[in-house]
């Protein structure tokens, strides 16, 4: 995961794993009393996960972090001139189009966009999730149970990072009360409506897939190019359906973004996956290879 951990990084991969997970997760010392039962050691592992996030900011740097709404403020408002702009002239023109378009590529759009609800990416990673307090057990031994927390905290910030920015768009679109795509126009609004035809803006699957582009590609770099083709299709289809304006998609795309960026820099500022290096920028921290986890993987079968 993130960039694979060589050999010459062992050591220094298990200290920062033990410092930077409260215990039981981090593994006791040589002269700590007997580990308690199995389902007392999974209870410790459940609540020391939870816990971890909640914890001061830690590292020496990490007071140089800057705030995630001031790093990005100068973006604040050409992404609010591109709302507005397609709010007043490409909204409604983009609408008439999706509803010339042939019925198969309605078809086939409306199958792909249910890929953009956010119980695609969350289910597996709550299941994953799930499985590490359980995988997390001593006779792993030290290494093996820092490459299953380094996992979990990786899986951890992913289902954070996308989970809490669907559920505060979810709240605003709510909010705002903006009409989907109809004879009404580009500017009905029906506030603090829980109806959704008054759920609009921001696109939720936009919100998602974009929040999913960016915590999925901190984690596995390599996958960025078919998490943009992702999240792209996504999108589009959003405007095809005639489920979006194409504001609400761009407007969707950057708070998902920007979400998966927040939530990343409160796991750095607490070294968790992430850590601020003394420019004041937010690094991964190197995280097991594959190979290591198959390595895992097989102690845990018994071979």
Known sequence: MMEPMTESMTESMVERMTESVPAPLAAPSATSRALPPWGGYIVGNVVAGLMAPLRTRRGAWATRLVPAWRRYAPYALPVAAMVAGCMAFVDAPMMRAAEALPRGVLDTFNELTDYGRGVWPLTPLFLLLLTTPALCVPRLGL?????????AIRLGYMFLAIGLAGLADTIIKR?????????FGPFAYEPFSWRSIYASFPSGHATN??????AVGLVFPRLRPAL???ALVIAASRVIVS???TSDVV???AFGAFGAIVVRDWFAARRLGFY???DGHVRAMPGPSWRRLFRVA???LGQ
Do not use: K, N
Request: hydrophobic share 60%; net charge positive; glycine share 10%.
């Open 175 to 183: 909010l705002v009360g903006r009409v989907r795509p109809s004879e």
């Open 251 to 253: 407007a969707g795309a």
């Open 209 to 214: 897939v974009f929040a999913t582009l960016v």
């Open 243 to 245: 489920a979006h304006w």
């Open 143 to 151: 290494m093996g149970r820092g490459v299953v927390t380094a996992a």
């Open 276 to 278: 601020v290096a003394r």
């Open 228 to 230: 943009w083709v992702y």
């Open 298 to 300: 097989r102690a845990l």
